[in-house]
């Protein structure tokens, strides 16, 4: 797997697009919301592709395996208040 020029740049210069992937992959996104409970970000789907592309170019640290239907189900239940819709439904497109 590949990353984008965009998924690059954002790996290089480490910017928030990477955090936000790294909080994902490493199950800190609840921590991360917790340290500013005034501004608590929610997760988008381009937060979870480039969380998903990172694991598949093995460039990150992973606690959640995109192939896993328990892994993901579980994820989805500790990160539920971050998580609309449709980012449950890209999750769980694989798995249908």
């Given amino acids: 797997m590949r990353l984008t ?22 199950g800190e996104w609840a921590t991360r919301a917790a340290e500013n ?13 480039f969380a998903r592309d990172l694991q598949a170019a093995g460039v990150a640290d ?6 896993d239907y328990a892994a993901v189900q579980t994820w989805i239940a500790t990160n539920r ?4 819709e449709n980012d449950i439904a890209w999750l769980l497109r694989n798995f249908d």
Avoid at 81 to 84: I, Q, R, T, V
């Fill in 81 to 84: 208040p971050s998580l609309s």
């Fill in 37 to 49: 409970p005034l501004f608590q970000a929610p997760i988008t789907i381009a937060d979870l592709k």
């Fill in 5 to 26: 020029a965009q998924e690059l740049r954002s790996l290089i210069k480490q910017d928030a697009a990477y955090h936000n992937a790294q909080a994902i992959l490493t």
């Fill in 62 to 67: 992973t606690h959640l395996d995109f192939d």
